[in-house]
C-alpha cells in the first residue's frame, strides 16, 4: 500500500505534518502557505480514502467512521499497529509450533522431518536465525524415543 501512495506523490502525508500558515507573515509567503496547506489536506483526503479503500468491506465500516475526523496518518499507524500485534503473535506461533513438536511413530519419519524443516523455514523466513547444528541437533531430539 505504502508503494501505491508513493507512485500517486501523496506518501508525504504519513511523515509530514501539516503546514502551518504565519498570519504575521507577508502576503506572498502567506499566500504560498495557504496553497501548501491546501494540497497537503487533499493530499491527506486521497490517501486516507485510497487506505480505507485497500480494506475489505467490514473493515472499512469500522475505519470510516473512527477516522472520519483524523488524518491519514492517525489510521495508518493505527492499522500499521494493528497488525505488527498480528504478526508478533504469528512468531510467537511458530516459535511455539517448533518447540512443541514431537515426532510419533505411526508417521514416516521423512514426512514429519519434513513438516519440522518447514516450520524452520517459516520461522527463518520471519528473520530470525536458526543455526544449522541448532537445527540438525532439534531434529535428532524430536525423533521418537524408540529411536534413542
Not at 472499512?60 to 504478526?87: F, G, H, P, Q
Not at 517448533?98 to 519419519?109: H, I, Q
Request: glycine share 4%; hydrophobic share 40%.
Amino acid at each position: 500500500m505504502y508503494f501505491f501512495l508513493a507512485t500517486l506523490k501523496i506518501a508525504y502525508v504519513l511523515t509530514i505534518p501539516k503546514p502551518i500558515v504565519d498570519e504575521a507573515a507577508d502576503e506572498a509567503i502567506k499566500q504560498t502557505a495557504m496553497k501548501q496547506k491546501q494540497r497537503w489536506e487533499d493530499d491527506d483526503t486521497y490517501c486516507k480514502g485510497y487506505i480505507l479503500g485497500g480494506l475489505s468491506d467490514t473493515l472499512y465500516d469500522v475505519y470510516e467512521i473512527k477516522y472520519a475526523n483524523s488524518t491519514a496518518k492517525e489510521l495508518w499507524d493505527d492499522l500499521d499497529n494493528k497488525y505488527k500485534t498480528e504478526d508478533t503473535g504469528n512468531k510467537k506461533f511458530l516459535i511455539s509450533k517448533f518447540f512443541d513438536f514431537r515426532m510419533k511413530n505411526s508417521k514416516s519419519v521423512i514426512t514429519q522431518i519434513h513438516e519440522l524443516q518447514m516450520t524452520m523455514n517459516l520461522i527463518i523466513s520471519e528473520g530470525h536465525s536458526l543455526d544449522e547444528s541448532f537445527q540438525v541437533s532439534t531434529i535428532i531430539s524430536k525423533l521418537p524415543l524408540a529411536w534413542k
